[in-house]
């Protein structure tokens, strides 16, 4: 009964959501002024952090712009000028902090100021960047703010977003951040103020704290090697960190070698070449791909990557962020510029990663790359024929109108090692795919290819085949996955999603036939699988050397009219993800057992050699969605997830009484 009074007070609550304007409410529900950020104690910085505040503060100056080199500490200043409104009284009604970067989408923009003012749903977000401005604009134009913009590049539209303009009747306040002075101008800046690099006593008291002890006679070495960081406190920081454990002359001396050499000289760059560094400032990674792209570069084995990864984090290299990680621009530049040293030729690295491309850069600056980068660019088509003897990385991920790639491209690439074409447009693969002999990592994730081509089964020496968010992939010749014989791990999740052709050397048509290519592969030992039917899923689970490797799974259950049980996939002891999303027949989901009797139970619907071990239950699961016209009996069953941290259940006209 409470169950049924619930549902019927939320249907009674969307109706009159529906109906009303909320505006004023989400004005008076606004979260505190100010949002506190991690900011690490730096030295210098209260002169010029005093000036910044004397500005925002006072009457004549409403635009402030602060600018310097890459690394010298803008964000840091900022950081500190937003934390020091949670602390000094001010008359401002709502601090609002965004990241722009280098790729400037002004969506992104008008997210993070509407987190901070309003309710950002599923519903705002799908409004057009228009009506998003009106909103913004409807709760900022009454309110005493002020607006501090990270890393801007080029001129921010403050009328597109929806921000009114600070004027001296409103008394709002802009504040930005950037590397050139030009800047400023195109923002109509009233004051710029330059972070300077840290003076010499300051430079070397950071690196002391960073580094700790040094031996008296290493001192002077360790001042060397302070002085080539050039007063950046990013650089002193991490190489500080970095140096922490060098305890001899040889090495104190080999990293003073290294910082000299001509691939360390970033931090001497003038402000007009530092502008044209092609990286954003941030770019975040899933820790498990960037593993998969170490194995496969045979950098190192899975374990030691992760420990890498730990290590790197430790020594403030990558800043950890929940599953993902990423990297500072100015360290990315000084390990690239680094590896260029090491390489001894500085054209072994293409990097154009982020630059706003809108073609493909000329052959010949690049056929001689052993890994190249042109990730996020803006470049719609590749029809050029390279002969590219020692590549072995290429990362094409990211480019959203990228949508053809000619057939030859890939012809001479005979070393390509790592291919990645993920969150790209294109719809079919190349021919000349087939000619990557050395390939052992393709990374096809979030494409709108339609059909996997025959050719495809050239590739013996593939190990890792990526397949998420394909969901127009509607075709898989017979024959193809199973000639893979190298494959290690399969993500096939949330894939063909809209419909499968049915055709008879289709192996989408059947479940069993993917399974018997699958159950071919001896290598295989990280799966993740669409499943379109309760009966697929019972032949699925009877493969148990697929069951031992699936780490997710998506459940596409609209055809079949029958029950799922819950406990067919609890022998799943890898299983990390889970989606389950019912059609308009499905009649529930539910566990009908208590926990006293799991290991007598029978799976039922013909699996009752299926038994279920104390130890085996959702120890791995971490993430659920259920959805779709589920009937939902109840959901005790998550107890037995103990390191469940996300689930998401979505409401709709089926569900019953929930029990959690």
């Given at each position: 009964?409470f169950?049924?009074?619930?549902?019927?007070?939320?249907?009674?609550?969307?109706?009159?959501?529906?109906e009303?304007?909320?505006?004023?409410?989400?004005?008076?529900?606004?979260?505190?002024?100010?949002?506190?950020?991690?900011?690490?104690?730096?030295?210098?910085?209260?002169?010029?952090?005093?000036?910044?505040?004397?500005?925002?503060?006072?009457?004549?100056?409403r635009i402030?712009?602060?600018?310097?080199?890459?690394?010298?500490?803008?964000?840091?200043l900022?950081?500190?000028?937003?934390?020091?409104?949670?602390?000094?009284?001010?008359?401002?009604?709502?601090?609002?902090?965004?990241?722009?970067?280098?790729?400037?989408?002004?969506?992104k923009?008008?997210?993070?100021?509407?987190?901070?003012?309003?309710?950002?749903?599923?519903?705002?977000?799908?409004?057009?960047?228009?009506?998003?401005?009106e909103?913004?604009?409807?709760?900022?134009?009454?309110?005493?703010?002020?607006?501090?913009?990270d890393?801007?590049?080029?001129?921010?539209?403050?009328?597109?977003?929806?921000?009114?303009?600070?004027?001296?009747?409103?008394?709002?306040?802009?504040?930005?951040?950037?590397?050139?002075c030009?800047?400023g101008?195109?923002?109509?800046?009233?004051?710029?103020?330059?972070?300077?690099?840290?003076?010499?006593?300051?430079?070397?008291?950071?690196?002391?704290?960073?580094?700790?002890d040094?031996?008296?006679?290493?001192?002077?070495?360790?001042?060397?090697?302070?002085?080539?960081?050039?007063?950046?406190?990013?650089?002193?920081?991490?190489?500080?960190?970095?140096?922490?454990?060098?305890?001899t002359?040889?090495?104190?001396?080999?990293?003073?070698?290294?910082?000299r050499?001509?691939a360390?000289?970033?931090?001497?760059?003038?402000?007009?070449?530092?502008?044209?560094?092609?990286?954003?400032?941030?770019?975040?990674?899933?820790?498990?791909?960037?593993?998969?792209?170490?194995?496969?570069?045979?950098?190192?084995?899975?374990?030691?990557?992760?420990?890498?990864?730990?290590?790197?984090?430790?020594?403030?290299?990558?800043?950890?962020?929940g599953?993902?990680?990423?990297?500072?621009?100015?360290?990315?530049?000084m390990?690239?510029?680094?590896?260029?040293?090491?390489?001894?030729?500085?054209?072994?690295?293409?990097v154009?990663?982020?630059?706003?491309?809108?073609?493909?850069?000329?052959?010949?600056?690049?056929e001689?790359?052993?890994?190249?980068?042109l990730?996020?660019n803006?470049?719609?088509?590749?029809?050029?024929?390279?002969?590219?003897?020692d590549?072995?990385?290429?990362?094409?991920?990211?480019?959203?109108?990228?949508?053809?790639?000619?057939?030859?491209?890939?012809?001479?690439?005979?070393?390509?090692?790592?291919?990645?074409l993920?969150?790209?447009?294109?719809?079919k693969?190349?021919v000349?795919?087939?000619?990557?002999?050395?390939?052992?990592?393709?990374?096809?994730?979030w494409?709108?290819?339609?059909?996997?081509?025959?050719e495809?089964?050239?590739?013996?020496?593939?190990?890792?085949?990526?397949?998420?968010?394909?969901?127009?992939?509607?075709?898989?010749?017979?024959?193809?996955?199973?000639s893979?014989?190298?494959?290690?791990?399969?993500?096939?999740y949330?894939?063909?999603?809209?419909?499968?052709?049915?055709?008879?050397?289709?192996?989408l048509?059947?479940?069993?036939?993917?399974?018997?290519e699958?159950?071919?592969?001896?290598?295989?030992?990280?799966l993740?699988?669409?499943?379109?039917?309760?009966?697929?899923?019972?032949?699925?689970?009877?493969?148990?050397?697929?069951?031992?490797?699936?780490?997710?799974?998506?459940?596409?259950?609209?055809?079949?009219?029958?029950?799922?049980?819950?406990?067919?996939?609890?022998?799943?002891?890898?299983?990390?993800?889970?989606v389950?999303?019912?059609?308009?027949?499905?009649e529930?989901?539910?566990?009908?057992?208590?926990?006293?009797?799991?290991?007598?139970?029978?799976?039922?619907?013909?699996?009752?050699?299926?038994?279920?071990?104390?130890?085996?239950?959702?120890?791995?699961?971490?993430?659920?969605?259920?959805?779709?016209?589920?009937?939902?009996?109840?959901l005790?069953?998550?107890?037995?997830a103990?390191?469940?941290?996300c689930?998401?259940?979505?409401?709709?006209?089926h569900?019953?009484?929930?029990?959690?």
């Amino acid at each position: 009964m409470f169950g049924k009074s619930v549902s019927r007070s939320l249907k009674h609550v969307v109706g009159l959501m529906s109906e009303g304007d909320f505006k004023e409410v989400v004005e008076r529900t606004l979260p505190e002024p100010v949002v506190v950020g991690n900011v690490n104690p730096t030295l210098g910085t209260e002169t010029t952090l005093d000036e910044a505040w004397s500005y925002i503060t006072g009457d004549e100056v409403r635009i402030v712009g602060i600018y310097g080199m890459g690394g010298v500490g803008k964000t840091t200043l900022l950081t500190k000028i937003n934390n020091r409104f949670a602390t000094i009284s001010n008359n401002f009604d709502v601090v609002i902090w965004a990241v722009v970067s280098k790729d400037l989408k002004p969506e992104k923009i008008q997210e993070q100021i509407w987190k901070r003012i309003g309710f950002l749903d599923k519903k705002w977000k799908k409004k057009s960047l228009r009506e998003k401005a009106e909103d913004i604009f409807h709760v900022l134009s009454r309110k005493k703010f002020v607006l501090l913009l990270d890393d801007i590049w080029r001129r921010v539209d403050l009328e597109e977003i929806g921000v009114p303009l600070p004027t001296r009747q409103n008394r709002c306040k802009i504040v930005f951040t950037t590397r050139s002075c030009r800047v400023g101008g195109q923002m109509e800046a009233e004051k710029m103020i330059k972070v300077e690099p840290l003076a010499w006593e300051e430079a070397w008291a950071l690196f002391q704290k960073k580094v700790g002890d040094i031996d008296f006679d290493i001192v002077p070495l360790a001042q060397d090697v302070a002085k080539e960081c050039s007063g950046l406190p990013i650089a002193l920081i991490t190489i500080g960190r970095a140096m922490a454990s060098k305890i001899t002359k040889e090495e104190w001396e080999h990293a003073l070698e290294v910082l000299r050499s001509p691939a360390s000289s970033l931090p001497g760059m003038e402000d007009e070449v530092i502008q044209d560094m092609e990286v954003e400032v941030y770019f975040e990674i899933e820790k498990d791909e960037l593993v998969h792209y170490w194995i496969y570069e045979n950098f190192c084995a899975r374990n030691e990557a992760y420990s890498i990864i730990g290590t790197l984090v430790g020594a403030c290299l990558l800043e950890e962020k929940g599953r993902h990680v990423k990297m500072h621009d100015v360290i990315r530049d000084m390990a690239l510029l680094i590896a260029c040293k090491y390489e001894k030729e500085k054209h072994k690295f293409f990097v154009e990663a982020g630059a706003q491309l809108t073609r493909v850069p000329e052959v010949g600056k690049w056929e001689v790359s052993k890994r190249m980068s042109l990730m996020a660019n803006s470049f719609e088509r590749i029809h050029e024929v390279p002969r590219c003897p020692d590549l072995l990385t290429l990362f094409l991920s990211d480019n959203r109108n990228l949508s053809e790639i000619s057939d030859g491209f890939f012809q001479f690439m005979g070393t390509l090692t790592v291919l990645d074409l993920s969150s790209t447009n294109i719809k079919k693969l190349p021919v000349g795919i087939s000619k990557l002999n050395s390939l052992q990592y393709l990374n096809l994730s979030w494409t709108l290819i339609s059909q996997l081509p025959i050719e495809l089964k050239m590739l013996v020496n593939l190990k890792y085949l990526n397949l998420v968010g394909n969901f127009e992939l509607n075709m898989i010749p017979r024959g193809v996955i199973s000639s893979l014989s190298s494959l290690q791990v399969l993500k096939m999740y949330n894939v063909g999603f809209i419909w499968v052709k049915k055709l008879e050397d289709n192996i989408l048509r059947e479940e069993n036939m993917l399974i018997e290519e699958l159950q071919c592969l001896e290598h295989l030992n990280e799966l993740s699988s669409t499943i379109r039917s309760v009966s697929d899923l019972q032949s699925y689970v009877n493969a148990h050397t697929l069951v031992n490797c699936t780490r997710a799974l998506w459940l596409n259950l609209f055809p079949s009219p029958q029950s799922l049980n819950i406990w067919w996939l609890a022998n799943m002891k890898n299983l990390e993800d889970m989606v389950i999303i019912g059609g308009s027949n499905s009649e529930e989901l539910g566990v009908n057992v208590v926990m006293e009797e799991i290991e007598a139970h029978d799976a039922g619907g013909g699996l009752g050699n299926s038994m279920i071990s104390r130890k085996t239950y959702f120890n791995s699961l971490h993430t659920l969605t259920l959805g779709g016209s589920l009937r939902l009996r109840d959901l005790t069953w998550v107890i037995l997830a103990p390191n469940l941290t996300c689930l998401n259940v979505q409401v709709n006209e089926h569900i019953e009484d929930n029990k959690c």
